[in-house]
Every structure is written in C-alpha cells, then in structure tokens.
C-alpha cells in the first residue's frame, strides 16, 4: 500500500501552535494549492489543504512561516472523526507532514524583520547537491586540472592515440 503527498502552496493564514498534555507540540496550518488549470470563465481555482506537523518541525513552522509563506509539504494523508458539540459525527482529512520545507526567503513574502535577504529562515547553510537530472550546478566545486596547466602537457590531446605497450596493461 502507498499513501504519499506531495505539496507546493502558499499558508492561507498564520500556522496555530498547541502543545498537548505531555508538552508535544502540534503545529495545524492550511496551504492553498493552485490548480493545473483554468475553470469554464478563465479563473486558476486552488484547494486549501488542511496540514498537520508534529514536534520540533511544528515549532520551526510556527516560529518561520506566516500567511503567504511559500512552503513544501511531504507527508501523507490522515482521517479521523470525532464527535461534535451538536452531537453529530464529524470526519476530516488532512495531511500529516513529515517534513515541511520553507520554499522562499522569510523577506520574500513580506515579512523581513531586519534580516538579510539571505537569511533562509534561520536554517543552516545546505551542502551543495547535484541536480538528479543533470544540469549544472554552479555551487559545486569545479574539478581540478589534476596538474595539467597547458594544453601541451595533455598526453591525450592531439591524435588521439596513445602508444601503451602489452606490459602495460593489466589483464
């Protein structure tokens, strides 16, 4: 079986930080998620996904994001239900975040509190990675020339030959 989520989206307000009883802190949110597409009078049309993250990530989301804030939820889906104050069963959906990403500079969506444009959100820096599809990424470290400072001291360069006797080679 799978149960996985994906999503991009803007926080339609501020996230609401509880602690429960035992001092574990929840953190509920809700993130509007724009549709691929335009309904019948032109109109992008979003769904607004109710977003749950529990422990030190809740605390990080509630300290960095705002509403309007830029973030990636990965996590999967969760129903529960409940009985309401009319006395009527209410169910909901929501997504358990497992990790939630801060998709944009806190300054960016409006929110700079004397911070550097920088600043991502207080997080330490990341270690370059390469791009899973193959484009460059101009953070890496370059390779070096392994000594070769000249075209001329290439042994490859040129004809494109090399001249290896059979002693040389290992099998």
Request: net charge neutral; hydrophobic share 25%; glycine share 24%.
């Given at each position: 079986m799978m149960n996985r989520v994906v999503l991009v989206g803007r926080l339609t307000k501020d996230p609401e930080l509880r602690y429960t009883p035992s001092?574990?802190?929840v953190a509920t949110f809700t993130l509007a998620c724009n549709r691929p597409f335009s309904n019948q009078q032109g109109e992008r049309e979003a769904d607004f996904i109710n977003c749950v993250v529990w422990r030190k990530a809740a605390e990080n989301v509630a300290n960095f994001l705002k509403k309007g804030s830029l973030a990636g939820v990965d996590g999967r889906i969760q129903t529960r239900n409940y009985e309401g104050q009319d006395g009527r069963r209410v169910y909901v959906t929501e997504v358990l975040a497992e990790s939630v990403q801060f998709l944009e500079p806190k300054s960016a969506s409006g929110g700079n509190s004397g911070?550097?444009?920088n600043d991502f959100y207080g997080a330490p820096p990341r270690e370059p990675q390469g791009d899973p599809y193959g484009?460059?990424?101009?953070n890496q470290r370059q390779p070096s020339n392994q000594g070769f400072t000249r075209v001329d001291d290439d042994p490859f360069a040129g004809s494109g030959?090399?001249?290896i006797s059979d002693d040389d080679l290992p099998f």
């Open positions: 001092g574990v802190a911070r550097n444009n484009g460059g990424n101009q030959q090399i001249d």
